[in-house]
């Protein structure tokens, strides 16, 4: 198959300096930092969007934001594009190099660096996972709120980079609305800290910038996060449904109800049947569609909430109402969810779209989305984040057939490209990336895009940082 989504073609001059090139990076960090043989760069040729890779010129992974920085001062001087990186799950193609690039891995700066319960914050580095901050704070009765489902390997650097959220995310906002502060070293080597531990920074708010910029503005060495105090209780209950329809205008008004449990989770049939294979979580499999529904609170709060939206549900022809009776059973109930990608990767290969709707088009955007996917031919396996309306349908297929690979890119294109129409945008959590990158004229006129570029160029008039991604390669200032 030809490669649908284009990169920028390599600079030769600088393939050319290669060996010049890792020799003079040897200079700036420890031996073991350096990543420069052909057969050790294979790890770094893609991330979790597996469809697409490239070789980069070298990887470095530094521990200090002084190493950082001196990368940054020395490919700026030549015009070497950088790549930054994360724990390379990401599923949009956002930490996927350029034959010319050197990799900025940030795996190894991996220190909590400060907890401070008196102002509920966290300074750690950017290649903390997400989980283990709230590891670290669990026993003192904290917490990190956003959790996408890869939070056990995910790290800051790359939530902050794609404004990741997770299903907690109804309640407690994505990364952009848990993020405090950053330190942050300029494509010219230069280190600016953006915000800090108070709840709100003088000046332009550079740090929203920031989040979200999927590395093309700056690397991110370390961040300030806001810590949350555990709720008195929480409890998952599963809905089951007759149909994903039922099941999407049920979340539409729960919502619509002024009601805002902590989660609500979507799975249709295939997902369900893909996630209680892997994690025997209980899950009904009798039913067409499945909302998990967490509350939180004192146990009056709690039976309070989950009442009324019992109420709405039996509206919507529930057949199925299961509420957890353990830490356990709950415990179970999120390992299913989580694991959902996880799962669905042992019976095929699959693209996992990203697009965001408004809640009064769940409905209608589940229906088409079926006959999208039908009509190329593929299965699908829908899972996502139903709160707030962020869809991930999988697209099921062979990544061994190029016939079927291209059909699977071309229903997932058609599915984002519905979700704008309907009042959406691309993505939620996942980020642009090279994915949908040739969309974004879809969603933005060309004056959006010029005015999004201008603050790119701002920070980074070469564009050395992330080149290939976000912004459609033509039409660039």
């Known amino acids: 198959m030809t490669e649908a989504i284009k990169f920028l073609e390599p600079d030769a001059a600088i393939l050319a300096r290669r060996k010049e090139i ?5 200079e700036l960090v420890p031996p073991e930092r350096l990543v420069h043989e052909p057969v050790e760069l294979v ?33 700026h001087r030549y015009g070497i594009p ?30 909590i660096l400060d907890i401070d319960y008196a102002n509920r914050t966290a300074t750690v580095q950017a290649g903390v996972t997400n989980l283990s901050i709230s590891d670290a704070v669990g026993a003192d009765g904290f917490f990190y709120a956003p959790d996408p489902s890869s939070q056990l390997a995910c790290t800051i650097g790359g939530n902050i980079g794609m404004n990741s959220g997770g299903a907690h995310c109804l309640k407690y906002g994505v990364t952009t609305n848990n993020l405090l502060g950053v330190k942050l070293v300029l494509v010219d080597g230069t280190v600016v800290e953006l915000g800090g531990k108070a709840l709100d920074a003088a000046g332009y708010d550079l740090l929203g910038v920031v989040c979200g910029s999927e590395g093309q503005l700056g690397i991110v060495t370390e961040a300030t996060v806001r810590l949350i105090a555990k709720p008195e209780g929480a409890r998952p209950v599963l809905f089951g449904f007759d149909s994903a329809e039922a099941a999407g205008s049920c979340v539409a008004d729960v919502i619509g109800a002024g009601i805002v449990p902590v989660a609500i989770e979507f799975m249709d049939k295939p997902a369900i049947e893909i996630c209680e294979a892997f994690a025997h979580a209980g899950y009904p499999l009798d039913v067409e569609a499945l909302l998990i529904v967490e509350v939180e609170g004192s146990e009056a709060e709690m039976e309070a909430m989950l009442a009324s939206i019992v109420e709405i549900a ?43 709707v408004p809640l009064g088009q769940l409905a209608y955007v589940l229906r088409k989305t079926s ?26 297929y062979n990544i061994n057939d190029p016939e079927d690979a291209a059909r699977a890119e071309a229903a997932g294109m058609e ?53 290939s991604k976000v912004f459609p390669l033509e039409g660039r200032e």
């Open 415 to 467: 599915i984002l490209k519905l979700c704008v129409d309907a009042g959406g945008c691309l993505t939620g959590e996942h980020g642009v990336g090279i994915e949908k990158r040739d969309l974004m004229r879809h969603q933005y006129s060309d004056v959006d895009l010029a005015q999004q570029m201008a603050v790119r160029a701002a920070f980074d008039p070469a564009w050395i940082l992330n080149p």
């Open 314 to 356: 039996r509206r919507h022809g529930v057949r199925t109402v299961r509420e957890s009776q353990s830490a356990l059973e709950a415990a179970l109930i999120w390992k299913g969810r989580k694991s959902a990608f996880g799962a669905t990767g042992r019976i095929a290969d699959y693209i996992c779209m990203d697009g965001t």
């Open 22 to 26: 890792v020799d003079d990076l040897a």
């Open 82 to 111: 950088v790549v930054p990186r994360g724990a390379g799950t990401s599923l949009s193609g956002g930490a996927i190099p350029q034959e010319d690039a050197v990799v900025l891995g940030l795996s190894a700066m991996s220190r």
């Open 43 to 75: 790890p770094f040729e893609t991330d979790g969007f597996l469809a697409y890779r490239r070789r980069p010129l070298a990887v470095v992974l530094p521990e200090t934001t002084a190493q950082v920085a001196a990368v940054m001062k020395y490919c």
């Open 371 to 396: 006959e999208i996917v039908d009509r190329y031919g593929l299965r699908v396996a829908n899972v996502f984040h139903a709160g707030d309306g962020n869809m991930h349908p999988l697209i099921l």
